[in-house]
């Protein structure tokens, strides 16, 4: 007890983000965003409206997008968790991360960590999908730049290098140029 105020308790939670396996404590209220921002410095995790609604923090845990500001860090027990800094380095860009660079998919880049989560996630189903289907499916991500015009073109071109990049998350194991 400190002046009345009861400490709080936490849990022991393990799990995986970019590759690197990590044994945190955590309160049981905070959120995954939170953690892989402020405890692991994942600043790639972007928080606009920390309800849900504006996909900027989105994340890939276990191989499907998440919305980091809603999930509960001690839920990622277990999770293979990867964000945008997993994907490529400057040097050697994620194939969706490097056809955002070529269709000019950013503006402020402030969505577009979650946009390349989303559309990571998504790949190999995206060459199944009409323009109005990859459009529903990329509608809980919102941008304020761009008019969305280029990042269903970045998409489409991504998808076209699935075969090389679509089920692969590491650029490690991925090399765009090489086609
Ligand atoms: S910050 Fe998570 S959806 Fe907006
Ligand atoms: S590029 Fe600025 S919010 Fe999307």
Request: glycine share 8%; hydrophobic share 40%.
């Amino acid at each position: 007890m400190l002046g009345g105020l009861k400490k709080v308790e936490t849990v022991k939670v393990n799990f995986t983000v970019n590759g690197e396996s990590h044994d945190i404590d955590v309160e049981p209220r905070r959120m995954l965003a939170d953690v892989l921002r402020h405890d692991l410095y994942c600043f790639g995790v972007h928080l606009g409206c920390e309800h849900g609604v504006c996909g900027a923090c989105t994340i890939i845990v276990d191989g499907a997008a998440v919305r980091s500001c809603l999930m509960l860090a001690a839920q990622a027990q277990g999770s293979e968790i990867v964000t945008t800094e997993g994907l490529g380095t400057p040097e050697h860009l994620h194939p969706v991360q490097q056809a955002f660079n070529e269709e000019h998919a950013l503006q402020c880049g402030f969505c577009t960590p979650g946009f390349v989560c989303t559309i990571t996630a998504m790949l190999p189903e995206i060459p199944d999908m009409d323009d109005t289907e990859l459009r529903n499916e990329l509608s809980g991500n919102i941008c304020r730049c761009t008019g969305y015009a280029n990042i269903l073109r970045a998409a489409r071109s991504a998808a076209q290098h699935q075969e090389t990049a679509g089920l692969a998350l590491s650029a490690e194991a991925v090399d765009y140029d090489d086609d």
